[in-house]
């Protein structure tokens, strides 16, 4: 069974940083991706970065250059650094494991966290 846990989320102002953390547990952690998406109220889930079994990154553009995914296998952990923070990046954000496939379809992701809120004010 795998189970994420997100955590460091929290309640910032407009510029600020937050780095969330995605831990993992199965000893399937380094053979697949881990991505971040991220549900505003109102508003769908949507993709923000993911990280392969391979190291490669993605990111939807309208993060690009402020965040920055990484992943420790030491830890089976996955990291999301959040700089330059908007009032529009309020949402809660997810974690989830990536199988496979095109990273910025939620279909593409088989386990997923809790979540934890981020709140940007401005």
């Known amino acids: 069974q795998v189970q994420l846990v997100e955590s460091g989320g929290g309640l910032v102002q407009a510029g600020g940083s937050l780095r969330l953390s995605c831990a993992a547990s199965?000893?399937?952690?380094?053979?697949?991706?881990r991505g971040w998406f991220r549900q505003a109220p109102g508003k769908e889930r949507e993709f923000v970065a993911t990280?392969?079994?391979?190291?490669?990154?993605y990111y939807a553009d309208s993060v690009k250059g402020r965040f920055t995914i990484s992943r420790d296998n030491a830890k089976n952990t996955v990291y999301l650094q959040t700089n330059s923070l908007k009032p529009e990046d309020t949402a809660v954000y997810y974690c989830g494991r990536f199988v496979g496939g095109l990273w910025s379809r939620q279909s593409q992701y088989d386990y997923w966290g809790q979540g934890t809120q981020v709140t940007v004010s401005s």
């Open positions: 990280i392969t079994s391979s190291g490669a990154t």
């Open positions: 199965g000893r399937t952690f380094s053979t697949y991706g």
